[in-house]
């Protein structure tokens, strides 16, 4: 044998060799999905070298019949799917927008995790509890490769039973968790994250828990328990919820039932069903109950939808029972509260996003109500500041400058008081901070790190509003529109389509990430060239800290968001003057 035919078959295996090698990187290109083994199982996810993640979606984690407590879901065998989102929670499609779900086995979440994971890393988790006013939302909106990438961070996304499936209490479900069944669907999610995430490269003793609106007002109830979610999270990020507003007790709900009225109500022309209420022949608390598990999910919420009427908070937590057993305001007061390091706030103008719903009559009973005088006074003043006359004069005119003959009254002005303080829906900046303050009295309490997101140009039409709407006034940053900084392209649909933020306000959502990030890691959030986020040092005796962190684009400043001490000062949102009115 010659040299040089040693040489032809060695280079012909040589090529032989490197084609295969290309042949299989092609392969490993063109297959996105990978295995991995957690406690629970086989998974088969989706890796996308491009976004440098690996992501995980509809992975069961427990299991739940009508009305009934969460089981923690079975291990199981073979590889399970976990390549496409499970379907939301039952609700009704809202606002001309959101999306109606009818799918009642929907206690799943997703992880998206870097997939340059190194050896024995650990990563901090976040687990966000979405929004929805706690009858609808779900985890199925949200696009977390994103965040988890800049971040470098383990993000898990759960859905949790809302709207009367979640949140009703009926005399006959168990005492311990009625009313509260969507808090408990919650640290079910809580508990899977602590047994399965350091197989996705997650730190189960560097847990967050992040939410925004009805996730922060869920967040509120889990602080408010500190003998049920010992060791399940140790930070927490309230976005757009303040925890003083007052939510019912389980004794409260049940004197004033909105049960009786989803089971049967004769008011309702359209109802198709009917479940015994009291008074009725041969009543029972067990056979109400009972009737209400067999009646089809689309029925159920045709009612719910029907008695939520125009209300914002129709179905909510209820305090005062072995889930929720205190109201947070009696947590803070006797301390019996989570002790974690804080990152709390919200928009500027929350609630310009619902005065738009009211003036475009996207809201539940289809009626249009123009932010005009005549409205202020029929509608809006007693929805959200309640009935007396001579408190609704005085708000008129200290903000529109007389009310008989207000000036500059539109659909911005009108959701920017509201925005400021109203005592009905804890969707407003003065609650916010009174939160804070309150907190900061607690003993042994950790840091607190205020903020509030001002983006003027924040993307709401199409997103927040339904898509060709417009109420015809300047929206902003108005409720749930930060969410599109951390989760590009949310639409409220599971389309996840809607247009990317312009580049200054990509570069905003980038900051506030690289803040958010570092205090998951160390509970400090920095940014390295960027202004240094001071604690929040407010408290009922000194309410004016000038320590609330503002983001807007090229505007991160620490600036005093409860303005002067004096109910006279017009700085900030005004909260001396509304502490004047609805003291603490």
């Not at 003793?205 to 889990?222: D, L, P, Y």
């Not at 040092?537 to 807007?552: E, L, R, T, Y």
Request: with cysteine; hydrophobic share 40%; charged share 15%.
């Amino acid at each position: 044998m010659t040299n040089s035919f040693v040489k032809k078959i060695l280079s012909l295996l040589w090529a032989c060799f490197f084609l295969s090698l290309l042949c299989i990187d092609h392969v490993i290109a063109q297959t996105p999905e990978l295995i991995i083994q957690t406690p629970s199982g086989l998974l088969k996810g989706l890796s996308s070298a491009a976004g440098g993640v690996n992501d995980f979606r509809g992975i069961p984690y427990a299991t739940a019949p009508r009305f009934d407590m969460p089981v923690a879901a079975s291990s199981w065998s073979g590889v399970k799917d976990a390549t496409k989102f499970a379907s939301n929670c039952p609700q009704a499609a809202r606002f001309n927008l959101t999306e109606e779900s009818l799918n009642e086995d929907c206690l799943y979440l997703n992880v998206s995790a870097p997939s340059d994971l190194r050896p024995n890393e650990k990563l901090p988790v976040m687990v966000w509890i979405p929004g929805g006013g706690f009858v609808g939302g779900g985890s199925n909106l949200y696009k977390l490769e994103r965040m988890a990438h800049d971040g470098r961070m383990v993000i898990v996304s759960i859905n949790y039973r809302v709207g009367l499936f979640g949140f009703m209490p009926h005399p006959a479900m168990d005492a311990g968790s009625n009313g509260d069944l969507g808090i408990e669907d919650q640290r079910e999610a809580l508990r899977w994250v602590q047994k399965n995430i350091g197989a996705f490269g997650g730190d189960v003793k560097n847990v967050t828990v992040a939410g925004e609106s009805a996730g922060t007002g869920s967040i509120c109830q889990h602080l408010a328990s500190p003998e049920a979610v010992s060791g399940l999270f140790q930070k927490a990020i309230l976005i757009s919820g303040a925890c003083l507003q007052e939510l019912p007790t389980l004794k409260q709900a049940l004197a004033t039932p909105i049960w009786k009225s989803v089971a049967h109500n004769p008011k309702d022309l359209n109802r198709r069903f009917s479940c015994p209420v009291p008074g009725d022949a041969n009543y029972s608390d067990a056979e109400s109950l009972a009737c209400l598990k067999k009646i089809p999910v689309a029925q159920l919420l045709e009612a719910q939808t029907f008695e939520a009427g125009n209300s914002i908070l129709s179905f909510v937590p209820v305090t005062g029972n072995k889930t929720v057993p205190r109201s947070f305001k009696n947590a803070v007061e006797t301390g019996n509260i989570v002790k974690v390091p804080l990152v709390m706030g919200g928009a500027q103008n929350e609630l310009r996003l619902y005065v738009g719903y009211d003036v475009l009559g996207d809201n539940a009973n289809h009626t249009k109500y123009p932010a005009n005088l005549e409205n202020v006074n029929r509608y809006y003043l007693p929805a959200f500041y309640g009935a007396d006359q001579k408190t609704s004069q005085k708000i008129i005119g200290r903000y529109f400058e007389g009310a008989q003959n207000p000036k500059n009254l539109n659909g911005a002005t009108l959701g920017s008081m509201l925005s400021d303080f109203n005592p009905h829906v804890g969707i407003n900046n003065c609650f916010y901070l009174r939160t804070a303050n309150a907190l900061n009295g607690v003993p042994g309490m950790p840091p607190i790190y205020q903020f509030e997101f001002g983006d003027p140009n924040a993307l709401v039409l199409g997103v927040g509003i339904a898509k060709g709407s417009n109420p015809g006034f300047l929206l902003g940053a108005v409720h749930s529109s930060i969410l599109n900084y951390f989760f590009p392209n949310l639409s409220n649909t599971a389309a996840i389509d809607a247009p990317n933020l312009s580049p200054a306000s990509q570069n905003l959502g980038k900051q506030m990430t690289v803040y958010l990030a570092s205090f998951m890691r160390d509970g400090n959030p920095k940014a390295a060239s960027q202004p240094i986020w001071p604690q929040y040092d407010g408290a009922k005796q000194n309410p004016s800290s000038n320590k609330v962190m503002f983001f807007s684009p090229g505007n991160i400043h620490a600036y005093s968001a409860y303005g002067g001490t004096q109910a006279s000062s017009k700085a900030g949102h005004q909260c001396a003057f509304w502490n004047e009115i609805y003291p603490e």
